[in-house]
């Protein structure tokens, strides 16, 4: 069974940084795309990140609002997908969740079929 757990949101100041966790279980040869979306009231769910990890090194795409401030990774050995973000806008809010999936695209939320709880990420200007 996947389990994924996010964790890490907080209120920060513009400029900030923050890092989000999602930690995995049950990962299998079909949830081998691992990938950061968010949402915030009103707007549809956006991909920010995603990281292909059987390639090594891993492979990754970010979306265009957040590329050059945005880094994911994977730490192979804690089973855990991270999302890395620098230079934090008031427009980065929203509630950010972890997908998991066999599909490396962020324009097709529904390709992923398994999501994390969500961890909320508010930036103030």
């Known amino acids: 069974q996947v389990r994924l757990v996010a964790s890490g949101g907080d209120s920060v100041q513009a400029g900030g940084s923050l890092r989000l966790s999602c930690a995995t279980s049950?990962?299998?040869?079909?949830?081998?795309?691992l990938a950061w979306f968010r949402q915030s009231p009103g707007k549809e769910r956006e991909g920010v990140a995603a990281?292909?990890?059987?390639?090594?090194?891993?492979?990754?795409v970010y979306g265009d609002s957040v590329r050059g401030r945005f880094t994911i990774s994977h730490e192979h050995a804690e089973s855990t997908v991270y999302l890395q973000m620098n230079v934090l806008k008031p427009d980065d809010t929203a509630m950010y969740y972890c997908?998991?999936?066999?599909?490396?695209?962020?324009?097709?939320?529904?390709?992923?079929?398994?999501w994390g709880q969500g961890t909320q990420v508010t930036v103030s200007s």
């Open positions: 049950g990962l299998t040869y079909t949830t081998n795309v």
């Open positions: 990281i292909y990890i059987v390639t090594n090194p891993s492979t990754t």
């Open positions: 997908a998991a999936g066999r599909v490396f695209n962020l324009d097709s939320p529904t390709d992923f079929h398994y």
